[in-house]
């Protein structure tokens, strides 16, 4: 169990004089380590019974912490930013589906609200995309120059919570397919930039040719990753590059595919890389590279597809253990957020991942949901 602001204090003695949560089962608390039983008091966390409580409410199954989607875009739809009701829906159908640690990988609303919602997820903003000029999707991004990456990304990295996004790669429509969006020289003092200001920098990337400038230019993470090579998965693993895959999302590449038959290179090109997504994740899982899941929810893509992706990771090769962790508690200890939280489930997900597609209950600061 995990989950925003629970902690596993000792909470036996004293006045507690609410409605306690009783979980009971087997409560994963960590990859190694798991309990029979814990009780929720007023948002906070105890492995003993408590001392005086009114009411005592008793759920059983498997229960893990609170999964995270560590790619995934509250605020945004096809089109561009949406209004608080649309957000609203977005984070509800994360919590329901048990994501209740979301990465925000770039969106240009304001969901700072969200932050007084006791009933909705926590979110790790990344502030708005910054992309070149007319090589992104409309009205997603800062759309700039080289010469102005810098100041875009320490503005984005002061107004986001640790985190900001590049476009690393998108199709150049003159060349036909996907190419580099910055030159070295931009990459460098752009996150330089945003590390200075105590933020680490994610960048979109699907091709080959844009990673090896951003892992030498020292970025923090790469989404997608589909284009990583024999060449570039050694550098990843040297330096600690993490990658969230967001293979429910590759998987819409074909449909892209043969949506540009204006750049025949470009289609091709789409395909091959999602011939070799489930290859390409392995190899790097088996290098080293840090691995965790995330959906890219929130675009074209609908909320709520968390546990879906934890399944294609397993497909791709990953042990289930280590798929759950890149869910779990893997991806909370990379975001720096707590690892106790709440999703009950009827039956082992370690034995199957599955399961993670119907929780029986999602409990989120004490309060079942479902």
């Known amino acids: 169990m995990s989950g925003g602001d629970l902690r596993g204090e000792d909470l036996s003695g004293g006045d507690l004089s609410g409605v306690a949560l009783h979980v009971s089962g087997r409560i994963l608390v960590g990859p190694e380590e798991a309990r029979d039983e814990l009780w929720v008091v007023g948002g906070r966390v105890t492995f003993e019974r408590p001392a005086a409580v009114r009411e005592v409410r008793t759920i059983r199954g498997w229960a893990l912490p609170g999964l995270v989607d560590a790619h995934c875009h509250v605020g945004l739809d096809a089109h561009g930013a949406v209004d608080d009701a649309t957000s609203e829906k977005q984070a509800l159908t994360e919590r329901d589906a048990g994501a209740l640690l979301l990465r925000d990988a770039g969106s240009p609303s304001d969901t700072r609200w969200v932050d007084d919602r006791e009933d909705l997820p926590r979110i790790i903003r990344a502030g708005r995309h910054i992309a070149r000029t007319r090589r992104y999707i409309r009205n997603y991004a800062h759309e700039i120059e080289p010469g102005d990456l810098a100041a875009y990304v320490r503005a984005e990295a002061r107004s986001g919570d640790g985190w900001v996004k590049l476009v690393g790669d998108w199709i150049d429509r003159e060349r036909g397919d996907l190419e580099p969006c910055w030159p070295r020289w931009a990459l460098d003092e752009a996150i330089a930039a945003a590390h200075a200001e105590g933020a680490r920098v994610t960048a979109h990337c699907f091709s080959e040719n844009s990673l090896i400038d951003l892992v030498e230019a020292g970025i923090d993470c790469v989404e997608h990753a589909t284009g990583l090579t024999e060449e570039t998965v050694p550098l990843f693993a040297e330096r600690g590059v993490a990658i969230v895959p967001t293979l429910v999302n590759i998987a819409t590449f074909p449909q892209i595919a043969d949506s540009a038959k204006r750049f025949p290179a470009y289609a091709a090109h789409m395909r091959d890389l ?34 879906g992706e934890v399944a294609e990771l397993v497909r791709a090769g990953l042990p289930a253990a280590a798929a759950l ?35 029986s209950a999602v409990v989120l600061r004490g309060t079942v949901f479902g």
């Open 325 to 359: 962790s890149a869910a779990t508690w893997g991806a909370r200890a990379w975001l720096g957020r707590p690892g106790l939280s709440e999703g009950v489930y009827p039956e082992d997900p370690r034995a199957d991942v599955r399961v993670l597609a119907a929780p």
């Open 274 to 307: 999602h011939a070799r997504r489930y290859a390409t994740v392995a190899a790097a899982y088996e290098a080293g590279v840090p691995v965790y899941v995330g959906t890219d929810a929130g675009g074209s893509l609908p909320h709520g597809l968390v546990a």
